[in-house]
Nanobody, 122 residues
């Protein structure tokens, strides 16, 4: 099965920056329509942070608006999350998610990344 590999998490000081990336581990045989980043704080529900469609139109949660930027490289099937002005409340696990359609438009697929830890601490 296709696996989404996430990288880029780590420890950063408040106000610092990180860039997360996520891509399938191998070849895929469907078109990725939407790519998203989710955030899950300890003991909390997973929530949508940012999304981007195939054409590059992006949407953000109010909490990250103006600080995070989602982007994608369709040639590499990769989605990125550029995180700036990080705050302690951004601390948690970030998961990528993609959904797509097979070439004939008959079946839909979606996959989750394994999650990457972002720790914001002074």
């Amino acid at each position: 099965q296709v696996q989404l590999v996430e990288t880029g998490g780590g420890l950063v000081h408040p106000g610092g920056s990180l860039r997360l990336s996520c891509k399938p581990s191998g070849m895929i045989y469907f078109t990725i329509n939407n790519m998203e980043w989710y955030y899950q704080a300890p003991g909390k529900q997973r929530e949508l942070v940012a999304s981007i469609n195939y054409e590059g139109n992006a949407h953000y949660s109010e909490s990250v608006m103006g600080r995070f930027t989602i982007s994608r490289d369709n040639a590499k099937n990769t989605v990125y999350l550029q995180m700036t002005s990080l705050k302690p409340e951004d601390d948690g696990v970030y998961y990528c998610h993609v959904d797509g359609t097979d070439p004939h438009g008959l079946d839909d697929y979606d996959y989750w990344g394994q999650g990457t830890q972002v720790t914001v601490s002074s």
